[in-house]
Each structure stands twice: as C-alpha cells, then as structure tokens.
C-alpha cells in the first residue's frame, strides 16, 4: 500500500491543472485516409492561454480548428510536440442534447455523470435557467426548444462540468444572423460572470472581435498559427465600433494572406 | 375515438370484408373441397359452436406465448448488450446466432420434447429459439450506431463506459430494441404451434392437428383465425407500450419548432 501513495507518473497535461492555462507547444497532427497520403491537420501550433483569457481561434474551414479543440479536451493526442492544459470539456459545433431528457437534464447531465442525483442535480441547475433566460422551459424536451435556446442548453452543459477550460466549437454556426447576433451578447455577458478560461473556435470574424480577447488566425490546412490578434476593446462591444472593425479587418486580411 | 381515428379504420375494415367475400364465393362455388378449404361462414359458426374448447386452449397457447416472449426479449436484450460490450464475443458468437436461425424447429422440437418433456418448457424453449434473434440483431446493430459524437460528448465530461451506455447507448438504441420485440411477437405464435404440434396435450396447435384428421377443418381455421387475433392484439400492446416508453421517437407530426 505504500507505494500507492506516492504520486505516481503523470502525464505533461495535468501540470496546469489547478489554474486553467493552456499551452500548446510545437503541435502537429494528421490523419490517416484510406489509400492516400495521411492529411496534415495541423502543423506546428504553439499556443499559450492564460487563466481566464477568452481566445478565438479563426481560420478557413478545414483548418483544424475542430482537431484543436480535441487536443486541448484530451480526446486526440498530438504526433508531435506537447499539449499541457487544465481540464477542458467541449462544447461540439452540433448542440448533441439527448432527446429523452428534458431541457433540466441534459444541462445537468454533467452532474448525473459525476455521480450526483437526480434531484440534487435539478435543484444546482435550475439557478442557471433562470440567468440564462430558460426559465420555464425545464422541463421541455430538446426538439420543442428553439435553436437559440437549445444552444443555451448545451452551453449550460459545459458550464456544469465545472471544469476550468471551456472549448467552445463554433457554437453558434446553425443559427440565423439575427439570433446569432443576440446569442453573441448574451456569451460575453455569460462569460464575464464566469471566470473561465475560454477556448472560441469560429468562421465568423466578427464574432471572434465581440467575445474574445485575443484572436489567434489559422492558416488553410494544415492550420498553423499566422497572426494573433489581441482585443482590448471594454465589454459590451458593438460591431459597429470603428475599433471593432479595424480589428475585424485586420484578422481577414490575416485570413487571406 | 375520434372522427378521424374512426376514419382510419375504414380502409383495413374494407379490405378485410372484402377478402372473406371473396373467399365465400370461392369455397360455395365448390372447386375445393370443404374439408380443404372450408368458407368464413363455416369457420364463424365454428368458432360459436366450439367457442368454449377454443377458448381453454388459447388459453394454453397464450401463456406459452407470452411466457416465451418475454423469455425472448430476456435473452435478446441481454444477448445484444454482452455482445455489443465485447468485440471478442461478438466475433466468436454472431455466426452462431445466425446459424442456430437456420436451424429447423422440427428436427430440434423432438429432442426438446425428450429433454424437457410435455410440459411448457419445451414450449418456451422453441418460442424463445425464433422470437430472440430479431431481438439480438435490431438491437446490437441500434447500439452499435450512436452518433459517435454523442458518445465523445460524454467522455469530455468524463463519463465511464457503462454511464455512455446507460445515458446514450440504451436509451438510442430502444426504439429499435422495440421494432426487434414487435416483429418476435408476431412469428412468436408460429413457434408456439410448431411447439405444440411436436409433442402436446393441449394448446390451439394441438386442437388444429387433432381437427384436420377428424375433418374438423372449420375448427382449425377458427383456431387459425384466433390465434392471428392474438398476434395482432400483442403487436398493438407493444405499439402502445412504444408510444409510452420512446416518446421522443414519435414526434413527426409536430416536427421541430423554428
């Protein structure tokens, strides 16, 4: 019993643990394909995020922008280099809510897996229905709910995994511009109550200039790293601010170089 | 019931009306034997006249029936899920499942008999053999088709295997579990005849074998016609039990809301 006690080998990953920071060094990945050359994803990523920065990840699609965000959630290992992050959940581009469970549970389905009840875990997410404007709907099932709202669901989700890193994959990719839009100020107000580090993979560029603080700009694949962008704009930001949008013209013209 | 649901009985009603006209016509016009082929007016005056013998040996069947169904989806469900847990059983036991389907009841129904007896045991065990494998494949295949990102959701919330299958494989995989049961219960009649006719004192397969040779026709088709019922009336409990159990499963006519 006494070796058991000592701490045992761990992997690089859990060395930032506690604080939420993410550092990826040196990054690549590719992907085996049937009868062709394996696809390079991504090639040499290096990347830091400290502890309750919200980062934006841009670039065309195909990029591996996905990939990244499953290095940093530990459900793919890099070929080469080193992914050190505090634990992450995803937040997947489709919202994935479970049919048989009504709005409550699947925004508390993070609970239920980590061995809380049933009951228990109702009463710790109802609070957040209410702050994210669900109340009422706790108990609808997922296909009844609007797209924007089914969103909210799913990032509920992620929130009460109470893991310190959020990877967010195009969260918003589905919905219509003008819900977008509003779902966009109701993120960044979410956030800014929320002291979480935050990982934004999106097409949109707009969308990375209203949330993030910095915009990290991906090269068509494999997706290296070719410009970061920080945004020191006060929140609530408009679109429309000139500075906004000089920012926003900046990325593109990363995007396109 | 409502106008509409009335409404919907009609075309079946009609059909079916329609069909015993036919079949009338066909057995007065007499180009077959009574004792062959005997028309719907006999057989309804048979059912009447033997409604107490018919009814004590559905009796029979339908506990076999039932019984073995459940022994069925028992075996089924269970099978489906140890075999979708393990690779190694599923590669060592699937040609095995598939070749016991090919298996004719009426050489195994014998040595069933030997084994087991007059009794219901053989019964189940036969009942069991052909209902259990629709089950086995409907249900393996539904487990094995869980969008795969559903399951990568659970695990970055760091869930074990079995809490995937109990949150996201099972529940997935029921509506189809459900299909598997509805179409057990509709050969699981077959089975229970085959059953009877191997070795049996009673039951609606042992009235029908006893009635052809005495030239009983009229009772055996009435046996035949009851036993259908019965078939038709366990499909639609399972229907209903669908509509209860995967509500989420039947949800067409609202479709999702913008």
């Given at each position: ?119 228990e ?18 108990r609808?099932?997922?296909h ?49 109550r ?8 999106t ?49 593109l ?5 | 019931?409502?106008?509409?649901r ?74 489906a ?41 053989p ?34 919330l ?72 019965f ?28």
């Amino acid at each position: 019993m006494q070796t058991r006690l000592e701490a045992p080998a761990q992997e690089p990953r859990n060395v930032a643990q506690a604080s939420g920071e993410i550092h990826l060094a040196g990054v690549s990945r590719a992907f085996a394909r049937s009868g062709a050359a394996p696809v390079a994803a991504l090639a040499d990523v290096s990347l830091d995020v400290a502890a309750g920065e919200t980062v934006a990840v841009v670039g065309p699609s195909g990029c591996g922008k996905t990939t990244l965000l499953e290095l940093v959630c530990g459900l793919q290992a890099p070929d080469a280099g080193t992914v050190r992050a505090a634990p992450a959940v995803l937040m997947p581009q489709r919202d994935l809510l479970l049919p048989w469970l009504s709005a409550i549970d699947n925004a508390a389905l993070a609970l239920r897996v980590a061995g809380v009840g049933r009951t228990e875990s109702r009463e710790r997410a109802h609070p957040l229905f209410a702050a994210f404007g669900l109340e009422g709907f706790e108990r609808t099932r997922p296909h009844e709910l609007s797209g924007g709202m089914r969103q909210r669901v799913a990032f509920l989700r992620t929130l009460l995994s109470g893991k310190p890193v959020l990877c967010l994959d195009e969260p918003f990719g589905a919905l219509d511009a003008l819900t977008r839009r509003e779902m966009q100020d109701w993120l960044a107000g979410a956030l800014e109550r929320e002291a979480r580090t935050v990982l934004l993979v999106t097409h949109d560029v707009e969308e990375a200039a209203v949330l993030a603080d910095r915009i990290v700009v991906l090269s068509p694949r494999p997706g290296r790293v070719v410009a970061e962008i920080p945004v020191d704009l006060a929140h609530p930001r408009a679109a429309t601010d000139p500075a906004l949008v000089a920012l926003r013209e900046r990325a593109l013209e990363a995007l396109r170089a | 019931m409502t106008r509409a649901r009335l409404g919907r009985l009609v075309p079946p009603v009609l059909l079916v009306v329609a069909l015993l006209a036919v079949w009338e016509l066909y057995a007065r016009l007499g180009s077959v034997d009574d004792f062959i082929l005997p028309a719907p007016s006999e057989i309804a005056r048979a059912l009447w006249d033997d409604r107490s013998l018919l009814w004590s040996n559905l009796l029979v069947t339908a506990q076999e029936v039932g019984l073995g169904v459940i022994a069925a989806l028992v075996l089924g469900f269970g099978l489906a899920v140890a075999l979708h847990f393990s690779a190694t059983l599923r590669r060592g036991t699937y040609p095995l499942l598939v070749a016991s389907q090919a298996v004719p009841i009426v050489i195994v129904a014998p040595l069933l008999v030997v084994w087991f007896g007059f009794g219901i045991v053989p019964k189940l065990a036969i009942i069991a053999l052909v209902c259990f494998f629709p089950v086995v494949v409907t249900t393996l295949d539904a487990l094995g088709n869980v969008d795969p990102d559903q399951l990568k959701l659970l695990r970055t919330l760091d869930a074990s295997r079995w809490q995937a299958f109990r949150y996201v494989e099972a529940p997935a995989a029921l509506p189809a579990a459900l299909s598997g049961a509805k179409i057990a219960v509709a050969v699981a009649v077959i089975g229970a005849v085959f059953a009877e006719y191997a070795g049996s004192s009673s039951g609606l397969g042992h009235l029908m074998l006893q009635a052809i040779p005495q030239l009983e026709t009229p009772r055996a088709y009435a046996a035949v016609a009851l036993l259908a019922a019965f078939a038709v009336a366990l499909f639609s409990a399972l229907a209903l039990a669908e509509r209860r159990l995967v509500p989420w499963a039947h949800r067409r006519t609202e479709g999702p809301r913008p």
